[in-house]
């Protein structure tokens, strides 16, 4: 029987201390997640892993890029936005004896005699975390949350502008 490997990970076995830099490239549907299969992420994904080897630990930096394709929450344009992401995991070689109580999810016991560490649930959290909440086109004529002052032509104008409308142009001067 094969061990699956994961698709984000780096070998450790016969690192002497120093720091190693890795760069992957996969596509969001190589981590077989639902969330990551949505349309915005159809580009690839560009990974860079930064691993700081000691005697007692190893200090893993992950850097995702890739170009999502969103559509604006506003005026639901379609628009395209890098998304990036980071994080740090250390890696803690398990000793005899030693107190392992009180590490928080960042901190992770490996096996001394460990010959690889897989980070595609970490890549893949990164990803996740790195997906904007609030997506607004900001350079969208027809999106009017970023634009102030006149209208660009006649036809933008507004021919009557709502209660909720004037009173939030109210608000807007008072606190600008």
């Not at 830099?21 to 996969?26: A, H, K, N, R, S």
């Not at 928080?104 to 990803?127: C, F, G, K, M």
């Not at 634009?147 to 021919?159: C, L, N, R, V, Y």
Request: glycine share 4%; aromatic share 8%.
């Amino acid at each position: 029987m094969s061990k699956e490997t994961g698709v984000i990970e780096i070998r450790i076995a016969g690192l002497s201390e120093g720091i190693y830099e890795y760069d992957f490239t996969c596509k969001a549907t190589d981590f077989k997640n639902p969330e990551l299969a949505e349309p915005g992420f159809c580009n690839a994904i560009d990974v860079k892993v930064v691993a700081n080897k000691t005697d007692n630990d190893i200090i893993v930096d992950i850097v995702t890029k890739t170009v999502a394709e969103l559509t604006c929450d506003i005026c639901l344009a379609p628009l395209k936005k890098e998304v990036a992401g980071i994080y740090r995991v250390f890696f803690v070689f398990d000793e005899p004896g030693s107190n392992t109580e009180g590490f928080d999810e960042n901190y992770r016991i490996l096996d001394r005699n460990a010959s690889s560490v897989d980070l595609t649930e970490d890549v893949r959290e990164t990803l996740l975390l790195s997906k904007p909440l609030k997506v607004v086109c900001e350079d969208n004529p027809k999106c009017s949350v970023y634009h102030d002052g006149a209208p660009a032509s006649p036809e933008d104008e507004p021919e009557e502008e709502s209660p909720w409308q004037e009173s939030l142009k109210k608000l807007k001067k008072k606190y600008h």
